[in-house]
């Protein structure tokens, strides 16, 4: 479900649908599946031959540069953007079957609000009448994680607590899929910090899924147990992070070095802690790597050499 409140155009809630959402999961099939994804605006491509998946039990991180198609990518998977391809997400074709979706699927837009005038228990009682997996219990619960209140007016909150209110309404749906658009865009570190901890500790199980869409590169790495890159409306990477480190290889070296390694076409030249270090896909030749020593590549590495190279096709 969508928690903008605004209305059905801009994503908001729909009617509660007899029967469940197919769980596609519990036949081994991924929650999302895309393959030759394509999604224009006139004569603008959005997405171009966008193909990936989505097991179950995931954090992925979806990132991007502004413009790279990631928005546009989140309401074709919940059905507000028509489009060209194959996608289903928990066994439902989008567009075709959006209602019945969205009863196992959760979704805050970039520019989801909260009705100023609501208290936040009026918000659950509505959330309770609206959806049918909706639990009005967890839901306070949740909130008794927060400084925030049943009886404040949404207008009377922080930007950080509207989005604390906001992540526990959502959380408390009974859904295998949570999409987040830029959720934590404008807050505080502090809370920021406070939302994505109630995320990992009170919805993610190993069972449900979560594709969070953020510029916050660094905060978000030690969350997600993959990444999937966009870049001019394509996939540049899609990968567990615990793979990362196989497949690049960051060599910090010399500064005497430098020819002979960028004679080696990294993907990236930068400097960490002061030294020169070299970003390639796959081992540099022996030679080279004789020259060096490996050093962890991080994921703002990655995201800076990749974004910037969109022609680099994934590898398989």
Partial sequence: ??????????????????????????????????????????????????????????????????????????????????????????????????VRLLESLCYIPDVAVLPRWARVEQ??????????????????????????????????????????????????????????????????VLSRKAFYEMLIDEWCDGERSVLISTHQVEEVEALLSDVLMLSEGRVVLDIPLADIDERFVALGHDPQAADAVAAAHPLLRYRQQGGPVALFDGAPPPEVERLGQRVRPSLVDLFVALTRRPELDRRG
């Fill in 1 to 98: 479900m969508s928690l903008d409140l605004n209305g059905p155009a801009a994503g908001g809630l729909p009617a509660a649908a007899p029967g469940t959402a197919d769980v596609a999961a519990s036949r081994g099939e991924p929650l999302v599946r895309a393959r030759g994804l394509r999604l224009r605006y006139g004569a603008k491509t959005a997405l171009d031959d966008v193909g990936f998946e989505i097991p179950k039990g995931r954090v992925v991180g979806l990132l991007g540069h502004n413009g790279a198609g990631k928005t546009s990518l989140m309401k074709a998977m919940v059905g507000l953007a028509a489009h060209e391809g194959e996608l289903t997400v928990l066994g439902c074709a989008p567009r075709r079957e959006r």
């Fill in 123 to 188: 918000l659950i009682t509505l959330m309770a009448g609206l959806h049918p997996r909706f639990s009005a219990e967890r839901a306070r619960s949740l909130l008794r994680r927060t400084s925030v209140g049943l009886r404040d007016k949404v207008g009377t909150l922080s930007k950080g607590m509207v989005v604390q209110v906001h992540l526990a309404l959502v959380a408390a749906v009974d859904a295998r899929l949570m999409v987040l658009d830029e959720p934590t865009l404008g807050l505080d």
